[in-house]
């Protein structure tokens, strides 16, 4: 199963050979993970991937882009909320981690939550229950998390713009994509897809930078 799931990877130097196979070794784990890497190298398939080798594949897989929203239109989003808990919110709204119950939800650009929401993250990390904003239910999330980040966390703890305690819950398991300078075997390949990518091959998989 790993190569039919690693498939839309364009890569076989050995530092992709090195991440193929701690995505084999994490997958099965429940653990939480974090996902480095510049731009374009390919986190939100590395979290599919996860999520497809793993016992939740049969489950949902949730994907929030953090950075593309507000943090309070970002904090309905994860998770949701109650009829009238604000003007606007004439239902109630299911957030991305009920959604994403039985199954993974990845973050993508976690560094760019706000402070608010880094600790009501944390409470889901450490209770495993969220509420909806407006509400005081306490709903179970059974979810594993994903987050990517093409930023340096450790300098963003040591700033202050980041909870260590949320950086270290998420950072249970560490996978670093490298970036193409550092694997300069994968060019010829890479090449080739977006050349096929040019001709209008609109079959060819998305290439891992």
């Given at each position: 199963r790993l190569n039919e799931n690693l498939e839309n990877f364009t890569g076989k130097s050995p530092a992709m050979e090195?991440?193929?196979?701690?995505i084999r070794k994490a997958a099965p784990a429940n653990a939480n993970v974090l996902i480095e890497g510049p731009s374009g190298t390919g986190k939100e398939l590395v979290a599919q991937a996860l999520h497809n080798l793993s016992h939740r594949s049969q489950g949902p897989f949730v994907a929030?882009?953090?950075?593309?929203?507000?943090?309070?239109?970002l904090e309905s989003e994860l998770f949701g909320h109650e009829?009238?808990?604000?003007?606007?919110?004439?239902?109630?709204?299911?957030?991305?981690f009920e959604a994403a119950n039985g199954g993974t939800i990845f973050l993508d650009e976690i560094?760019?939550?706000?402070?608010?929401?880094?600790?009501?993250l944390l409470r889901v990390l450490e209770t495993k229950t969220f509420q909806r904003v407006g509400g005081n239910e306490d709903i179970k999330a059974d979810i594993r998390i994903i987050a990517a980040t093409n930023r340096d966390l450790r300098k963003y703890v040591a700033e202050g713009k980041f909870r260590e305690d949320l950086y270290y819950r998420l950072n249970v398991i560490d996978v670093i994509i490298p970036p193409l300078r550092e694997r300069r075997d994968d060019l010829p390949a890479l090449c080739q897809v977006l050349l096929q990518r040019i001709v209008g091959d609109g079959q060819q998989p998305t290439p891992c930078l």
């Open positions: 090195k991440v193929y196979a701690l929030v882009e953090c950075a593309a929203l507000s943090a309070t239109l009829k009238w808990a604000f003007t606007d919110a004439k239902t109630q709204k299911i957030g991305k560094s760019e939550i706000d402070a608010s929401t880094q600790v009501k």
